[in-house]
């Protein structure tokens, strides 16, 4: 829908969605730069325009977004002629990088449930308001127990759900790098190593040629019928031994452009590493005062409905002393009744003494349950905080 000049979407929660908002979480950014590599893009001017796209829509401040394009630019010509084996694993760490940006980006996207959070706070608002007014210890316990089911919801919403979710991707980003380093610093080691081991394979061969040169005469010696097709064996096999030695003797070259292309690879990996440790560094800073945030509204509220609870059982407790004197005050009355004789007294005695009796069992019934809500509550609260610090200890 049009909102002003410009265009706005409406979110499947409600809330209204820029073309940037809308693009942000889409895919559009991440196959992009998947494209750009699996094309071969290159060219300082490709860079450049790809750092422009990024920076556009991500963090324009931070040099994440040139760092992911300049080394998009510099792999993609590498993995077309010499390492296409590994364009799954660099399109993937590329895109996680973009990703990861995308989340430090999400300052200005609407926050994620943002209608169903609005909900429960009007909801929490209208109970909050009926618990000032009300008087009742019993009601007060009820619609306290339910504020504290909606900030439980709500901080699920907030924090239990999506916590961590900019630290995945982030950190998901790094993994992927530094995998991709891995990778391509092996790359740069079997170049590296590759004249020691072509050097060793003619070396095994030399040697391997020379043996068979001794079978071969031996067996000239030994059988005279084969003598002329030993001979033309052993000729074939000194040549290959010559042309063997002097390769030696020139000396191996370096695998020059291998070793050139690796550097290079590990280059551009190690400016995926900075992309995503840039997007860690700016997405730590804003969790932790939200999840702050969180946490003292929730403990506040949870605070709230155990007082209540508590309020409620004081009260029970005096119902219930109260009642028990009932009790045994009908049941000294239907005996006396009943050893006087007085059949209508002891009727009207057993009568008050049922009666009592069900009261009792209706408030005791009303204690237990109030004592397992409470703690259900507390066991809630705690296992809320100790998921949330299992995430901040892992991020």
């Not at 992911?68 to 694993?89: K, T, Y």
């Not at 003797?249 to 550097?263: I, K, R, S, T, Y």
């Not at 999840?291 to 409620?312: D, F, I, K, P, W």
């Amino acid at each position: 829908m049009n909102a002003g000049k410009s265009t706005q979407y409406r979110d499947a929660d409600g809330s209204m969605l820029s073309f940037k908002q809308v693009l942000l979480r889409s895919r559009a950014l991440e196959a992009s730069v998947e494209r750009c590599l699996a094309r071969g893009v290159g060219g300082e001017g490709q860079s450049g325009a790809l750092a422009a796209v990024l920076g556009g829509f991500l963090a324009a401040d931070s040099p994440a977004p040139g760092l992911v394009a300049s080394a998009v630019v510099q792999l993609a010509p590498l993995l077309g002629v010499w390492a296409e084996d590994l364009l799954p694993a660099s399109q993937a760490a590329a895109a996680a990088a973009v990703t990861a940006l995308k989340a430090s980006a999400g300052a200005e996207a609407p926050a994620p449930h943002g209608a169903r959070i609005a909900e429960l706070d009007r909801r929490a608002g209208d109970l909050a308001s009926a618990f000032a007014r009300e008087q009742s210890a019993r009601e007060q316990a009820r619609l306290a127990g339910q504020l504290a089911a909606l900030a439980g919801q709500r901080w699920d919403l907030a924090v239990g759900a999506d916590a961590g979710a900019g630290s995945g991707s982030v950190h998901k980003a790094a993994a992927c790098a530094d995998s991709l380093a891995a990778l391509f610093g092996q790359r740069l080691e079997e170049a590296r190593g590759g004249r020691a081991v072509r050097e060793a394979a003619l070396r095994a061969e030399d040697t391997r040629l020379g043996e068979q040169t001794h079978d071969l005469a031996s067996q000239i010696q030994a059988l005279e019928e084969q003598l002329q097709a030993l001979r033309n064996s052993t000729a074939a096999v000194a040549a290959r031994r010559e042309r063997v030695a002097a390769q030696l003797e020139a000396g191996v070259p370096e695998p020059l452009e291998a070793l050139a292309n690796a550097q290079v690879a590990l280059a551009a990996a190690h400016q995926l590493q900075s992309a995503a440790a840039a997007a860690v560094a700016d997405e730590d800073d804003s969790a932790c005062a939200d999840a702050s945030a969180h946490a003292e509204s929730y403990v506040g509220t949870v605070e709230n409905a155990l007082a209540a609870n508590v309020r409620l059982l004081r009260e029970l407790g005096g119902s219930i002393k109260f009642h028990l004197a009932r009790l045994a005050a009908a049941t000294a009355n239907k005996a006396q009744a009943a050893r006087l004789g007085l059949a209508a007294d002891a009727e009207k005695a057993a009568r008050g003494q049922e009666q009592a009796e069900r009261t009792l069992q209706e408030m005791l019934a009303l204690a237990r349950e109030q004592a397992r809500a409470s703690a259900a509550l507390a066991a809630s609260a705690l296992l809320r905080f100790l998921l949330f610090a299992h995430q901040v200890f892992q991020a």
